[in-house]
């Protein structure tokens, strides 16, 4: 779903203050993403055989958690659906100074200074300016996905170290405390994959998400959703394939950015996805669009049946380096909670509904040091 649509039906609440997205990908493409990221950690030298073993046997569950945040969320009470809008997207445009190059030398590493880069930029260049009354609606247009990263990365990360520190030797170890720390971490593990996931669609980190600015509205679900689901059943060897062939988090991400933290990952993502922008709006202009959006009148587009194989390089391309950044995410919290034991814990758990996760960064330095 685009945030057109969820605009309207915002508007229809009573909440017209936001205009973001709930979908990025559609279902079928968070699925891959995080699947690709569970076989992508199981071949990595860096991890136990116990946690690759553990990721693989919990891919189908974590696909589903990946869903949850644009399925289980979006149907939540209101407070629920206004929180959890803008965690979904970053519109770089609205939160770097204008003039500057995007780069991991002018993204905003706290709350504070993304609301200082969008002040500086209402007062300076009303065309980079978010809409809305006042800095909190600003902020809400503007979208903080990559805090959400870091957000959930960060619990996860808790998670596993509190586990790291029990010795099951001891007369105090218990259990089924530990398995129960392992299905919370997992549950966020899954969430932590939608988000990822979002940042690998480079609509979602532009402030013309929609194709809108460019009279080519409509793209968002058409790409997407529509186009996604034409896909072959072999997506995921496709994405698998080309992600364990090409590294993209380390060509990408790493080599481009040198991300040291889950904020910066996420930063780095968001960037490298930004600058093919463009490339899709081409692909749509060329393969996919008839006729420009006109008021009241719908875009007129080619079936995506028809067009799916002009938009599947991008597309694969797109979602390895959101798989391959969410197993680099998943590795990490991993590594620095102390890599905890996972031998003879089994977990059986497998929420369907999970409770929303409150965002808590909005007033305080949410960079992980460690």
């Known amino acids: 779903m685009n945030r057109f649509f969820v605009s309207l039906l915002v508007f229809v ?19 891959v993403i995080t699947i ?16 690759a073993k553990l990721m693989v046997s919990k891919e189908h569950m974590l696909a589903h958690l990946a869903n949850t945040p644009d399925t289980v969320w979006r149907g939540g009470n209101n407070f629920v659906v206004q929180e959890n809008a803008p965690t979904h997207f970053i519109d770089l445009e609205f ?42 609606e600003k902020l809400r ?24 520190m029990q010795n099951p030797k001891s007369k105090s170890f218990k259990r089924s405390e530990q398995v129960e720390r392992l299905n ?5 593990m899954g969430l932590l994959s939608h988000f990822v996931g979002d940042l690998g669609n480079p609509l979602h980190t532009s ?90 009148q719908k875009t007129k587009r080619k079936s995506p049946e028809s067009v799916a194989k002009a938009y599947h390089q991008f597309a694969v391309e797109q979602l390895a380096l959101a798989a391959d950044t969410l197993k680099e995410l998943w590795i990490q919290t991993w590594l620095r909670s102390g890599k905890p034991g996972l031998s003879g814990l089994h977990s059986y ?7 929303f996760i409150e965002v808590d960064y909005y007033h305080r330095d949410v960079i992980s040091r460690r």
Request: hydrophobic residues 40%; glycine residues 4%; charged residues 25%.
């Open 36 to 51: 690709v990221a569970a076989r992508l950690l199981a071949e990595d030298p860096r991890v136990s055989e116990d946690f």
């Open 207 to 296: 402030s013309n998400y929609d194709g809108q600015l460019s009279k080519q509205n409509g793209l968002h679900s058409f790409f997407e959703s529509r186009v996604v689901d034409a896909f072959d059943l072999s997506l995921k060897a496709e994405v698998f394939n080309y992600a364990k062939d090409r590294e993209p988090f380390k060509r990408q991400v790493l080599g481009a950015h040198k991300p040291e933290n889950y904020l910066e990952m996420a930063y780095g993502l968001a960037l490298t996805s930004h600058v093919r922008v463009e490339d899709l709006l081409q692909l749509d202009r060329k393969h996919s669009l008839l006729e420009e959006y006109k008021p009241m």
């Open 13 to 31: 609440l009573g909440f017209a203050s936001i205009h973001s997205p709930l979908f990025a990908w559609g279902q079928r493409g968070h699925e």
């Open 184 to 188: 919370k971490a997992l549950l966020e």
């Open 349 to 355: 758990d497998f929420p369907t509904s999970p409770e």
């Open 141 to 164: 247009r503007a979208g903080h996905v990559t805090f959400r990263v870091n957000q959930l990365a960060t619990r996860i990360e808790a998670y596993l170290r509190e586990m790291a």
């Open 95 to 136: 939160v770097y100074p204008k003039g500057k190059k995007p780069s991991m030398a002018v993204v905003p590493m706290t709350i504070a200074a993304l609301e200082a880069n969008i002040k500086k930029n209402c007062a300076e260049h009303q065309d980079v300016c978010p809409a809305g009354d006042n800095m909190k």
